[in-house]
């Protein structure tokens, strides 16, 4: 149990650290969904390689084909890689204008939301766990934070990485992207915790990057046709380390699942995410900066995670 809990709070961490690469890469691009496409490309690169070089992954690969061919596992199993697309795309379109503080506690608020649903009905390799008052009481008050982290801007500007036609979209709706992806990030976590069940982390991993990958590809085509591609790539290589951060956060997620469940992976990779979201918004500002808001959002967020945790105790 201590092992998952501190895997967790790494996990949290991870997704905060790529969240503002991401960003970064999207603001540069102008465009948040190639930036997404690029932190998938380079992850599914980094899992080919393991893959190329690792009997033990390929012995994994192989089971899951087994289960599928069996129906151990469903086909709809395999499709947790469209919600990571969503999520990352959701990074590159929205970090840059709203902050990494503000992405972090409307994504968690989502993901205690859907982690209550998808616990219940035994999504996760964990099995069925139910629904009490003091889980949904923290979860409402993780949608509070939300609105509240919201409040806090008035307008996209700087650098989202949007079309020129949203540029006036009012910040507090952009939130509702993030959380949406929270929402299903968690049914993403226990899709792929079935795969790693069958065969192992990395092999889910390469699932969820591959059908991602396919995903965004499809989008980033549409948008390129449409509305061309971006002018030029940055040439810093931190900006594509994205990925190669989604690869080990994913594998991890996908045995640390096993571990705790669905719910109180989410709770704990949620003080990660908080703290490191703080801690980036300090070091390293967005456009956007790091607002009162955006604070108490953080604070009433932990607070919500605590809530939720007592009903684990």
Request: with cysteine; glycine share 14%; net charge positive.
């Amino acid at each position: 149990m201590r092992v998952g809990v501190v895997c967790g709070f790494l996990i949290g961490a991870g997704v905060a650290v790529q969240g503002r690469i991401n960003g970064a890469l999207g603001a540069r691009l102008e465009d948040g969904v190639a930036a997404a496409t690029i932190s998938f490309g380079t992850g599914l690169v980094a899992l080919a390689i393991v893959f190329a070089v690792s009997g033990r992954v390929r012995d994994g690969a192989r089971r899951v084909r087994a289960a599928l061919s069996e129906g151990t596992l469903r086909p709809w199993q395999l499709l947790g890689g469209l919600c990571g697309a969503f999520f990352v795309a959701c990074q590159g379109l929205t970090v840059a204008a709203i902050g990494v503080t503000a992405f972090t506690v409307a994504t968690v608020a989502g993901q205690l939301l859907s982690s209550l649903v998808v616990d219940r009905l035994g999504l996760g390799p964990s099995g069925r766990t139910p629904i009490t008052v003091v889980r949904l009481a923290g979860a409402s008050l993780g949608v509070v934070a939300v609105l509240i982290a919201g409040f806090g801007h008035t307008r996209a500007t700087g650098g989202l990485s949007v079309p020129e036609a949203l540029r006036g979209t009012p910040a507090a709706l952009l939130i509702v992207l993030p959380a949406l992806a929270g929402i299903g990030l968690a049914w993403q976590q226990a899709v792929n915790g079935k795969v790693g069940a069958v065969g192992g982390a990395v092999s889910a991993a390469m699932v969820n990057f591959c059908v991602g990958l396919v995903a965004l590809s499809i989008l980033t085509a549409a948008i390129v046709v449409t509305s061309g591609g971006p002018a030029a790539f940055p040439t810093e290589p931190w900006l594509y380390l994205g990925g190669l951060i989604g690869v080990a956060f994913i594998a991890l997620a996908a045995l640390t699942v096993r571990w705790i469940g669905v719910l109180l992976l989410g709770l704990t990779s949620v003080a990660g995410q908080l703290l490191a979201s703080l801690i980036l918004d300090v070091l390293t500002p967005t456009s956007a900066g790091l607002t009162a808001t955006a604070i108490i959002g953080c604070v009433l967020t932990l607070v919500a995670v605590a809530v939720a945790t007592r009903s684990q105790s």
